[in-house]
């Protein structure tokens, strides 16, 4: 059994927050166990906690079409969310439930050591620069610590904001240039910003 799995074992039996007595089932996450890209999304709606699986809904299936014009499908990198299990009606997650799951995503990463973290959304950037905008930052990557952070609007919200939508595109097809040049980047934010011009 991998470490991810063991992980997956231990993440199923959580009773650190309140959510894991609404659920029914935890979505730890899933992908290729040494995926360069690993994206983060905000917490399991409907359609994957009743599957077990994140991304499985409507904001799943654009995700998908955004990964397919950058050439590449779910196994081929690794995709999981701030907290594991659903918020009841799909309420933000709570700041006492992003810190009782941060130890679940810090583990993930750790194990699979991805070169680039895509944040999908508010939540995921918050947990990692909890003083940016996502309008500002979007589509800008930047290093912090030894990983790149590549901010991007939640799939979702190109769902309800249609202008949106062609916002995430851009910002997507960025992608394999930015993990092709990801040893460049490097934490001064005055050379990061030279690949916003990508
Ligand atoms: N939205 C998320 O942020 N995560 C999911 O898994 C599904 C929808």
Request: hydrophobic share 40%.
């Amino acid at each position: 059994m991998s470490a991810l799995t063991e992980l997956y074992a231990e993440i199923a039996n959580c009773q650190d927050c309140g959510l894991a007595k609404h659920r029914i089932k935890v979505v730890p996450g899933e992908g290729a166990e040494d995926a360069e890209l690993f994206f983060i999304g905000e917490a399991p709606g409907w359609h994957e906690d009743q599957q077990g699986r994140p991304f499985v809904g409507p904001a799943g299936a654009f995700l998908d079409q955004l990964l397919s014009s950058i050439g590449l499908s779910r196994n081929q990198i690794y995709i999981a969310n701030v907290v594991k299990c659903r918020p009841p009606g799909n309420r933000d997650p709570l700041p006492d439930e992003i810190q009782a799951c941060r130890k679940w995503l810090d583990r993930q990463i750790e194990l699979i050591q991805p070169s680039v973290i895509i944040t999908l959304g508010r939540y995921s950037l918050m947990r990692y620069f909890p003083h940016e905008s996502i309008s500002k930052v979007h589509g800008k990557p930047r290093k912090k610590g030894d990983l790149v952070y590549y901010p991007m609007y939640h799939p979702a919200a190109a769902l309800h904001q249609g202008r949106l939508r062609q916002v995430i595109q851009a910002d997507m097809i960025k992608i394999p240039e930015i993990l092709a040049q990801a040893g460049k980047i490097t934490e001064t934010p005055a050379e990061a910003r030279q690949l916003d011009l990508l």
